[in-house]
């Protein structure tokens, strides 16, 4: 795969190591987005935009911090595990340490396969594993943020370390009839029956 390089104005200098990856999606479409995420007065961007296509664009250098994920509401306990503090108690913003990529995506929509392929691909790439635990989404640190709880276990399924039980979402019955469970290579799975 290739890397584009389209530079952002919209970075900071950041004396961080990245240590982990946080996934967005941009609630709008190419190239719009691209345009917005390279503009001055945007105020923000990401270390990467990856399109429906699967393309990778690079907008800030990973020695820099992207100014996505400034806001921070109500952290995950996922986050403020991994979340670096400054001297004061308060958070580092996490563009400083965390690589952020950006994929094309309405909130409505899900990854494409593409974009997933990239994703894994481009995780690879980094110097750092990329496991459960320094995996976020925009979520774990700005809770009014779109769920991407469903795109963060297929990405950490395609790199090899599945996702974390604990991560999914609660099963919500309103009878024990609804209840399935099936056992499979010695795991039991437990399933809302339809």
Same mark, same amino acid.
């Given at each position: 795969?290739?890397?584009?390089?389209?530079?952002?104005?919209?970075?900071?200098?950041?004396?961080?190591?990245?240590?982990?990856v946080?996934?967005?999606k941009?609630?709008?479409?190419?190239?719009?987005?691209?345009?917005?995420?390279?503009?001055?007065?945007?105020?923000a961007?990401?270390h990467y935009l990856i399109?429906?296509g699967?393309?990778i664009?690079q907008?800030?250098?990973?020695?820099d911090?992207s100014?996505?994920?400034g806001?921070?509401?109500r952290?995950?306990?996922?986050?403020?595990d991994?979340? #670096?503090?400054?001297?004061?108690?308060?958070y580092?913003?996490?563009?400083?340490?965390? #690589?952020q990529?950006?994929a094309?995506?309405l909130?409505h929509?899900?990854?494409?396969?593409?974009?997933?392929?990239? #994703?894994?691909?481009?995780?690879?790439q980094?110097?750092?594993?990329?496991?459960?635990?320094?995996?976020?989404?925009?979520?774990?640190?700005?809770?009014?943020?779109p769920?991407?709880?469903?795109e963060?276990a297929?990405?950490?399924k395609?790199?090899g370390?599945e996702?974390?039980?604990c991560?999914?979402?609660?099963? #919500?019955?309103?009878?024990w009839?609804?209840?399935?469970i099936?056992v499979?290579?010695?795991?039991?799975t437990?399933?809302?029956?339809l």
């Amino acid at each position: 795969m290739k890397i584009f390089q389209t530079p952002s104005p919209n970075f900071s200098r950041s004396s961080y190591t990245k240590i982990g990856v946080q996934i967005h999606k941009t609630l709008g479409l190419m190239p719009g987005t691209l345009s917005w995420l390279r503009n001055p007065r945007a105020f923000a961007s990401a270390h990467y935009l990856i399109t429906k296509g699967g393309i990778i664009y690079q907008l800030v250098q990973l020695k820099d911090r992207s100014w996505t994920s400034g806001r921070i509401s109500r952290p995950s306990q996922r986050a403020r595990d991994i979340m #670096v503090k400054n001297n004061w108690g308060g958070y580092v913003k996490p563009g400083h340490y965390l #690589v952020q990529i950006e994929a094309e995506c309405l909130l409505h929509e899900n990854y494409t396969e593409k974009q997933y392929e990239s #994703v894994v691909w481009l995780c690879n790439q980094f110097e750092f594993d990329v496991t459960k635990e320094n995996l976020l989404t925009h979520t774990d640190t700005a809770s009014y943020k779109p769920d991407l709880e469903k795109e963060r276990a297929e990405i950490l399924k395609r790199l090899g370390g599945e996702s974390d039980p604990c991560d999914s979402k609660p099963l #919500v019955l309103s009878s024990w009839s609804q209840l399935g469970i099936k056992v499979e290579e010695g795991r039991i799975t437990l399933f809302k029956k339809l």
